[in-house]
């Protein structure tokens, strides 16, 4: 019995040849006769470990070999043939999940937020942050980062010391 980690099961392996002896017939055979002087059992033996060591990776996903059993070429195919066709099994269609119904009332919740944030200072949010900041609260990097950049150059001008206009 094959190791599952390392190879196919045997009757697997089995399972493939059977299916390819009963559609390719002699031709099947003929493509694994055995070389002159070796023994044809452990010949043909050796041929199917190989066999389900080079498929183990299909272990996993048993559709695959199906695949390629249901889709055989007009000639025998030789093992990288026959993995090739186990590799192109289409993925199985996922039906999808029906869209989430949106709540009506939370919906206009939301919005009206949104409506409420809405300012004619395109920059209101950056003066909001700075006077949250003034005020004590803790605003993390980014904020402190963004209002000092939207708003920066007009807080320096507006803080610049009044006699430099008089010496103006």
Known sequence: MSHPDSSLPDAWVERIWQAMRATYGAAFDRQWACPAGADPVEHVRTMKAFWAREL???QQNPQAIGHALDHLPPHPPNLVEFRSLCIRRPDPSIKALPAPKADP???????????????????????????????????????????REAIGAEVAQAEAPQDMELAA
């Open 105 to 147: 009332a939370r919906v206009a919740a939301a919005l009206s937020k949104l409506r409420g944030m809405q300012s004619s200072a395109p920059k209101a949010w950056a003066w909001a942050l700075r006077e949250r900041e003034l005020g004590g609260d803790k605003l993390s990097p980014a904020q402190r980062m963004m209002w």
């Open 56 to 58: 183990r990776g299909f």
